[in-house]
């Protein structure tokens, strides 16, 4: 596609059940990243795929968050047992090689935990 | 570690009004610094950048200058629209090594009234 595309744009989920957030970045491009940005604060990096290896997961904020990219495409992001604190908006973003050039974002995933 | 930090907003301007939001940084090394710009449902567009130290950004009448001795890259626009209204993110770039990520400030909102 022309832009980097996430699925579901939002999301509604139960305290305590799994959810699966998809990015689909650039094709082409090598990195890509996942950030969330909540309720008046800025973006908080959660980790960073180049190709299909993770050499950055520094911040992810628990064991319970996890996530993978394959074919040096797709990722998903997957977050177990989920709590109302992981509330927030979910960013994925995608860069030709390395960040210095330009990341391109998507419109994100809202994920709220009721 | 590496930090950004940019005044808090909101920023409320009249139509034509000079624009300044102040964006300091804490890194080590030489990063890139980067101002990204979300509008009213938008995802976060790359709004202007600079590499090295000295180096002005510019784009849609916006400028920012990297400054070494200051470390700051404030953000300016001569005469705002309402059309510019939208949140204001500074970010660095850190890389090097295995990671290689932004690291953006908590963002400014930008008010214009006609």
């Known amino acids: 596609g022309a832009g980097v595309s996430q699925s579901p744009s939002n999301k509604v989920t139960e305290k305590g059940k799994d959810v699966e957030l998809r990015c689909d970045p650039i094709s082409g491009h090598t990195a890509l990243y996942w950030y969330r940005q909540s309720l008046g604060q800025g973006l908080e990096f959660l980790i960073y795929f180049q190709g299909n290896s993770a050499p950055d997961k520094s911040g992810l904020p628990s064991d319970r968050f996890s996530a993978e990219r394959t074919g040096g495409s797709v990722s998903t992001l997957t977050i177990q047992r989920t709590q109302q604190e992981d509330s927030a908006v979910y960013l994925c973003?995608?860069?030709?090689?390395?960040?210095?050039?330009?990341?391109?974002f998507g419109q994100g995933t809202r994920l709220t935990v009721v | 570690g590496n930090s950004v930090t940019q005044m808090e907003g909101p920023v409320t301007l009249s139509e034509e009004a000079f624009l300044t939001i102040n964006c300091t940084y804490t890194?080590?090394?030489?990063?890139?610094l980067f101002w990204y710009v979300q509008y009213p449902g938008e995802g976060l567009q790359l709004l202007l950048k600079a590499t090295k130290a000295d180096d002005k950004g510019s784009n849609k009448g916006f400028e920012a200058t990297y400054r070494k001795e200051t470390t700051s890259f404030h953000l300016e626009k001569g005469s705002v629209q309402v059309s510019d209204s939208a949140v204001y993110f500074c970010?660095?770039?850190?890389?090097?090594?295995?990671?290689?990520?932004?690291?953006f400030g908590t963002g400014t909102l930008l008010a214009v009234q006609p």
């Open positions: 970010a660095l770039s850190e890389g090097g090594g295995a990671t290689n990520k932004l690291i």
């Open positions: 890194a080590t090394g030489y990063p890139s």
């Open positions: 973003a995608s860069s030709l090689r390395r960040i210095l050039t330009e990341a391109f």
